[in-house]
């Protein structure tokens, strides 16, 4: 799945690439979620990696053997150089995630407005806590802001949806 933007600086990612050679089918809501994640992360994103004299920047994001593969890549198609992190400190943090959103989805049906806002702020919370780990485990190697993380994350999260 590609998609892209027009608008392009030094730093910043102007195309995204999922590897979504494991897909599964996912729920409407998680396609929207992408999709959302993708738009956003286009649309307004900071992305340095560490030694580069700029981009913008292709980005594909993969899952490989218990490992997040960040393969950067100068808009035009020169390699720029692969950033790869082990999953496991993301386990829990995307799991817990997973349990939240669907709370979350099923609240927005039936549950009381106050109830949905409750979940929402576990759900942003958690959302806030992976995107910070993912800062942390980039340190030194790439460096994003808060926004940018956020939007990777989501992303990570469904790259992490295996059949």
């Not at 594909?60 to 790869?84: P, S």
């Not at 806030?128 to 990777?152: F, M, P, Q």
């Not at 989501?154 to 949806?161: E, K, Q, R």
Request: overall charge negative; glycine content about 8%; proline content about 2%.
């Amino acid at each position: 799945m590609s998609e892209g933007a027009g608008t392009q600086s030094s730093f910043r990612i102007v195309e995204v690439h999922l590897d979504e050679s494991a897909a599964v089918r996912r729920s409407p809501d998680i396609e929207h979620e992408r999709k959302v994640a993708i738009f956003d992360l286009l649309e307004d994103n900071s992305f340095h990696p560490e030694g580069s004299a700029g981009g913008p920047y292709v980005l594909r994001l993969a899952i490989e053997e218990n490992r997040l593969i960040f393969d950067i890549r100068v808009a035009g198609g020169a390699e720029h150089g692969k950033v790869m992190l082990s999953l496991t400190p993301f386990r829990r943090i995307i799991k817990d995630y997973f349990l939240i959103c669907e709370s979350y989805y099923e609240a927005i049906k039936t549950a009381s407005l106050s109830r949905i806002e409750a979940i929402d702020m576990g759900r942003r919370g958690l959302h806030n806590e992976g995107s910070d780990l993912l800062r942390e485990r980039l340190k030194g190697k790439i460096e994003l802001d808060l926004d940018t993380a956020r939007r990777l994350f989501t992303l990570i999260c469904v790259l992490h949806i295996r059949g």
